[in-house]
């Protein structure tokens, strides 16, 4: 079946390293969203998208993250100099609408900094 | 912020018995959803309720909404060991264009 995919699963980084985590939405979902996951608690929102727009980025910090989603590519979330509290499992989700329906999660990367 | 609070934080129970986890919200919502999340998984959808729906049903799960009290719960009837998980609710705050997750209940079926 249709399935939101994420690469890689697993990624460790040393403490002011680059990390690059890649989202391939479903085809046809026009809204994706990153969501950070610590320690199995919560789910914090980072950003989303309509198509290739940002539509809410009011959960990204502002200085080292940043993301994309361009056309005919995997959508991407990047961590410059990352730091130790970046580590967490970061997910994606695609959706159809942002509100009326709910949403495919990937599996996530875990995003180990040491 | 956080939106969602789950109640209980984790939840054990025999197998066959029936899970009951709550959920308390802070604003005006356009609806409700519950998701379950397996170990080292990613989130999967179960159910959605809009704010103008009391209750609603799918297979073994029933999952109530109480708008003036802020509050849903989710039953899961007839539980199985492939029940465990942790379950989460999240809500789609009026005005609002993304879901927001509480932290989550571990539920645990026992054998």
């Known amino acids: 079946g249709e399935e939101v995919a994420q690469t890689p699963k697993h990624l460790v980084r040393g403490e002011g390293q680059k990390a690059k985590l890649y989202c391939a939405p479903i085809?046809?979902?026009?809204?994706v969203f990153w969501y950070q996951q610590v320690l199995k608690n919560e789910f914090k929102f980072l950003i989303s998208?309509?198509?290739?727009?940002?539509?809410?980025e009011t959960g990204m910090p502002k200085e080292r993250f940043s993301a994309k989603c361009l056309p005919n590519s995997p959508c991407s979330l990047e961590i410059q100099a990352t730091k130790l509290e970046d580590s967490a499992v970061y997910f994606c989700?695609?959706?159809?609408?942002?509100?009326?329906?709910?949403?495919?999660f990937g599996s996530g990367t875990r995003l180990t900094v040491v | 912020s956080q939106q969602g609070e789950e109640d209980p934080q984790a939840l054990s129970i025999q197998e066959g018995e029936n899970a009951t986890m709550n959920c308390s919200y802070k604003t005006s919502i356009n609806n409700l959803q519950w998701y379950r999340q397996n170990s080292g998984r990613g989130l999967v959808h179960l159910i959605l309720i809009r704010s103008n729906e009391r209750e609603k049903h799918s297979g073994r799960l029933r999952v109530t909404l109480d708008t003036s009290k802020k509050s849903s719960s989710l039953l899961i009837t007839a539980s199985r060991a492939a029940d465990t998980a942790s379950y989460f609710c999240?809500?789609?705050?009026?005005?609002?264009?993304?879901?927001?997750f509480g932290k989550g209940t571990r539920l645990h079926i026992l054998p």
């Open positions: 998208f309509q198509n290739e727009n940002v539509f809410d």
């Open positions: 989700a695609s959706s159809q609408l942002v509100r009326e329906g709910g949403y495919t």
């Open positions: 085809k046809g979902h026009s809204y």
């Open positions: 999240a809500t789609d705050a009026y005005r609002d264009d993304k879901i927001i």
